[in-house]
């Protein structure tokens, strides 16, 4: 059975920084794409940010720049370091393992003051 989990939301102060990690098991890690998606608050699911199976990454323009998608295939987890954050960043953020069209079941994150 796949399986994705996340972690590492909080709540932080605008300009802040959080990372979030996503655990993946159950299935063929190292072939896959991995993302990142987000829901704010009233609002639908969107794209933040994408790495493929050889590293290349791409990103939402409302991110670039000061978010960063990694990944560590030996341990199967694929990680957003999310920097300069600002209000509008407040969302639950969700991992999603495309091999499988999986999801985990999100982490929110909060940018308040």
């Known amino acids: 059975q796949v399986q994705l989990v996340e972690s590492g939301g909080g709540l932080v102060q605008p300009g802040g920084s959080l990372r979030l990690s996503c655990s993946a098991s159950?299935?063929?890690?190292?072939?896959?794409?991995m993302s990142w998606y987000r829901q704010p608050p009233g609002k639908e699911r969107g794209f933040v940010a994408t790495?493929?199976?050889?590293?290349?990454?791409d990103y939402a323009d409302s991110v670039k720049g000061r978010f960063t998608i990694s990944r560590d295939n030996a341990k199967k987890m694929v990680y957003l370091q999310m920097n300069s954050l600002k209000p509008e960043d407040t969302a639950l953020y969700y991992c999603?393992?495309?091999?499988?069209?999986?999801w985990g079941q999100g982490t929110q994150v909060t940018v308040s003051s």
């Open positions: 999603n393992w495309d091999l499988y069209n999986t």
């Open positions: 159950g299935g063929i890690f190292s072939i896959s794409n």
């Open positions: 790495i493929s199976k050889s590293g290349s990454t």
